[in-house]
């Protein structure tokens, strides 16, 4: 039937406000592409993909190199970090340990298809209370690779670890992993390459000990673990007062974060407690039809968390992938933690202040209300706060440098 023909039709039977509507609808959709004009879009570069054939052991995996000097060149492979990116600032965290042992760290940049400049990376790092400061160098990872006299690669996300493949540099491969990426999206090309990288053979340091399991049990990755920490000069309990508001690490844009099933939970807290303020933290989430009242604290920067959490008797937490750092941060600050419950929480702590409980909306804001209505909610408090005095980054530190030299001399 002609386009003509249909437009008649629908005004004979549905009338000239039907056909009005259907014109407008025409005009609104997008042009068809043009031929071949829709690229591959995936993390990584497609070449550092299509070549990367790790069915044959990479020769630096194969037959690696000893190293017994004690001040190494290390290479860093990541992503462009933003100012709020929390695996980012892990890493450099993790880079300022290295060079405090008196090792020279180089970070070459990679992308496929974000654009960015060194420039602005560098200023932003400069500028922000949320990275450590470094000696390190920083420059755009290209076709070249690494240079001729690194000891080191570590590969960080899913996608450095093949530009990190497919250097032929006999530098020892390490990859530095702080989430089982495959989860981040839906069963496809991405999630299998994601996945594959696991039987790189690459020595893994995992953030927790449920990716060291996980990673080491299903894919045969040799694969260990340091443990989460707290910074006490930044998390801290100011004062012993009760305390009349609640958190949520609303990130909608970040799947594994579990916004939806927060949102929902918080609808049944809201309604048994109204007298509470819910701070939703994390992203700006102004634009989303939320049905209660909130505080919108967007992305806050590190130095303005500890006076947030020092008003919060709770803080809901969902992790669906690898634990998130906030439960032992929020502990540190007195807040008790609500955490969906599973292995991939459990493995990383088993902290008794968290309050682990099943990923129901119904069941996570019955865990909130308990934890609120504490008649010993101050007490219990610092109490949670003290608990974690021992968990510090310190010792995460001293435990990495254990891993990485065991490994590199081995």
Known sequence: MSSLRKA???LREQGPKAVFWRVLHALARPPKPLSGSIPIRLLVKEDDAS?????????????????????????????????????HQNIFRFISVLEAAGHTIRIYLYSAHEPFTV???????????????LNATIEEHTVAGVADDVDVIFATGWETAYPSFRDSSRARRFYFVQDFEPYFTSVG?????????YRFGFQGITAGGFLSHKLSTEYGMPAEHYDFGANRDLYNVIEDRPRKEIFFYARPVTERRGFELGILALAHFAKARPEYTINLAGWDVSAYKIPFDYTNLKDLKIDQLN??????????????TNMSLLPLELLSAGVIPVVNDGPNNRLVSDNEFIEYTQASPKALAAKLIEVV????????????SDSVRATNWESSGARFLEIFDGAIRG
């Open 119 to 133: 420039s602005t990376i560098k200023d932003m790092l400069a500028s922000s209370p949320s990275y450590p400061r």
């Open 8 to 10: 008649w039709q629908v």
């Open 189 to 197: 090309s991405a999630s299998v390459l994601a996945e594959n990288t």
């Open 373 to 384: 209505d504490r008649e010993d909610a101050v007490s219990h408090a610092r109490a949670a």
């Open 307 to 320: 006076e947030v959490y020092n008003r919060c008797a709770a803080g809901l937490v969902i992790s669906l």
């Open 51 to 87: 070549e990367v054939d790790w069915s044959i052991p990479h020769p630096a995996v194969l037959d690696p190199i000893v190293l017994n000097d004690d001040k190494l060149t290390i290479a860093w492979i990541m992503s462009p970090p933003g100012e709020s990116s929390g695996g």
